[in-house]
């Protein structure tokens, strides 16, 4: 792995989280980037009131081409939807990413280590706390609920 060129693209999620703070109602903002290589195929931030969430948006714009990709993600994926959909662990394996670097936990009963389990299981490649320094501060509030 190009160690440098992850730490550009999880910069380049994080800042779209950063953009996106303070208008995701009760979700936190995340940012998404999905890359082959240094080719950014999509990004996303989650939108405004809280949905869609940035994976299921960054997916959409990616299509087929998300295939064997990697997806740089600031908040673990969530495991679990309060509207029944897939989750975004579901749809990032269901598109076939081949790996997924995530910079923070998420301590939400809907995530909290279930969403990296769910990618394991499914034979995504994953890689976890990476850069969490610096996209932890954009948790700080969200973690205070749980």
Known sequence: MDRALDERLMRRAIGLARAALG??????AVGCVIARGEMVL???????????HAEEQALAIAGEAARAAAAYVTLEPCA???SRALSCAQLLAAAGIARVVVAAADPSPKASARGD???RKAG???E????A???DPLYAEYRNRF
Request: aromatic content about 4%.
């Open 133 to 135: 320094d610096e996209a």
């Open 128 to 131: 976890t706390g990476f850069l």
């Open 23 to 28: 208008t995701t109602g009760d979700n936190p």
């Open 124 to 126: 995504v490649s994953l």
């Open 80 to 82: 679990e939807r309060s």
């Open 42 to 52: 999509a990004e996303a931030a989650t939108a405004p009131g809280g949905r869609p």
């Open 117 to 119: 389990e769910s990618l």
